[in-house]
């Protein structure tokens, strides 16, 4: 065992499993990192068996990093206290399948990756958070109340977001390959990667398109919209009108009323100049991320066993 775990035998786990990429930091209870570890994606909604197979080869780089070893965990008195935010967790019972994964757990405690960034954001205290990346969500957290906006996935929901944004975009060229709409740069750029891609025909592409590659759009609506192509700064204040209207939703009413909102996301710096004052005056900067969230749930995990170990 490494010298920070000599003078304590309990790990903490934060665990930040994503629809692109899941990440495991091993920590020790009073915030000494270990280890960390990165794999695959881990949604458990769409697949809880790649989910559950994420994690476990985060969990083996982890252990790497922090010279232990996968064995060591429920023998020799190491006793790892987890804390997750898993994309999907929301759908009944998948959040037990994660848990059953690891019954060498002292303790995993479940919750949606929008809950843990939300947790995260606010340094585990109340607050609310819009992430915005390829889709969008809104979540709140006042006491042991919790609430969700959006995240309905695309193209269905995910409004303001990266892939929702690459729609617009190409909707724009479908207009005016029709003679519907002049055609303006964003036209000519979005057409030019639609040749790179090999297509040449937007209906092609689209169809059957992810919203991955609906959001390989998103660049070109920015570099256009700085190079003031109407159209495109048009695209991109429509995207925060939906942000600003998931933001006043998430937070319209008790408990959820005042409540500090934090703008998440690789979309974040790009939408935030465009979104209507009311709702800048709400924003604060993030104190930290999902694995902090997901390491503030462990932490109350080791905590709660804590006091039942000692007893009154």
Not at 146 to 156: I, K
Not at 258 to 277: D, F, T
């Amino acid at each position: 065992m490494t010298a920070a775990l000599q003078k304590s035998t309990a790990v903490l786990a934060a665990i930040d499993g994503g629809a692109s990429k899941t990440i495991l930091r091993l920590l020790t209870p009073d915030g000494v990192v270990l280890g960390e570890g990165r794999s695959g994606p881990a949604n458990v909604a769409t697949d809880p068996d790649q989910a559950c197979a994420s994690i476990e080869a985060a969990l083996r780089d982890a252990l790497i990093a922090a010279q232990l070893q996968r064995h060591d965990i429920g023998r020799e008195g190491l006793r790892v206290y987890a804390g997750a935010g898993v994309a999907g967790a929301e759908v009944a019972g998948r959040a037990a399948v994660i848990r059953d994964a690891f019954p060498d757990f002292a303790a995993l405690v479940t919750r949606t990756d929008a809950y843990t960034s939300c947790l995260g954001a606010h340094g585990g205290k109340d607050g609310a958070v819009v992430a915005i990346g390829t889709g969008s969500v809104g979540y709140a957290i006042s006491g042991d109340q919790s609430h969700r906006v959006g995240g309905w996935g695309f193209p269905q929901g995910d409004e303001g977001g990266g892939a929702w944004i690459g729609l617009q975009a190409v909707r724009h060229v479908l207009h005016c390959h029709d003679g519907r709409e002049p055609k303006t740069d964003l036209f000519q750029r979005i057409w030019a990667k639609l040749d790179q891609d090999g297509t040449g025909d937007p209906l092609g592409w689209a169809i059957g398109a992810s919203a991955s590659r609906f959001a390989t759009l998103t660049p070109i609506v920015i570099s256009a919209s700085h190079d003031r192509d109407q159209v495109a700064s048009k695209i991109l204040h429509d995207a925060a009108k939906e942000i600003a209207n998931i933001s006043s939703t998430l937070l319209k009413n008790k408990p959820f009323l005042h409540l500090p909102l934090s703008i998440l996301g690789g979309l974040a710096p790009i939408l935030l100049p465009y979104l209507p004052e009311t709702t800048k005056k709400l924003i604060v900067a993030p104190k930290g991320d999902a694995l902090d969230g997901a390491a503030s749930l462990a932490r109350k995990a080791w905590m709660k066993q804590e006091e039942l170990f000692q007893g009154p």
